[in-house]
């Protein structure tokens, strides 16, 4: 895996988010994903998908997303969460997003956010311009697995770095 095109920050599980049980709420992964990939993007890419949308009228919205909980994440855990582009087109991204532990000894989640490139004023689906496909072409890191629940298997089994 090519770790440059890799995105990775770390978060603290707040008790708001959090059940019962103090286990991350189901419903809040997404939001921990999706902050972490927005957060990431703004700084190594200088793309502001909120700036973007308000200056273009164009942005990416979700299409599809499927996750695995494999071990629980708990109030005030410091988790690590990577992200990467896994497959691109014209007009869709695949990124797949993993949680970890603090130290990414143990993946607690994995999800795959399908996007795609959006005209919010003409309401339909945009083609990604030469500087934003030439973008994903430089950061894809494909993967062999082509269905989630088999690229979960393999993650499980995988000793991490």
């Known amino acids: 895996m090519e770790k440059s095109h890799i995105l990775e920050n770390q978060s603290i599980i707040r008790f708001s988010d959090c059940d019962p049980f103090n286990h991350l709420n189901n419903s809040s992964y997404m939001n921990y994903f999706f902050n972490h990939r927005n957060d990431e993007v703004r700084a190594r890419y200088d793309i502001d998908v909120y700036k973007m949308a ?3 009228g164009k942005s990416w919205v979700s299409s599809m997303n499927q996750i695995a909980y494999l071990t629980p994440a708990v109030t005030n855990e410091i988790v690590t969460i990577q992200s990467q582009l ?4 014209d007009t869709e991204l695949l990124v797949e997003m993993r949680m970890y532990d603090e130290n990414k000894t143990q993946l607690k989640a994995v999800f795959w956010a399908s996007l795609v490139y959006f005209n919010f004023l003409r309401k ?6 030469k500087k934003l496909s030439d973008l994903f072409g430089n950061v894809l890191i494909p993967i062999q697995e082509k269905s989630f629940k088999k690229r979960v298997a393999s993650l499980k089994k995988r000793k991490l770095d």
Not at 86 to 89: D, H, V
Request: glycine share 0%; charged share 45%.
């Open 124 to 129: 339909k689906r945009e083609i990604h311009d």
């Open 86 to 89: 896994i497959a691109y087109t």
């Open 54 to 56: 308000k200056k273009t």
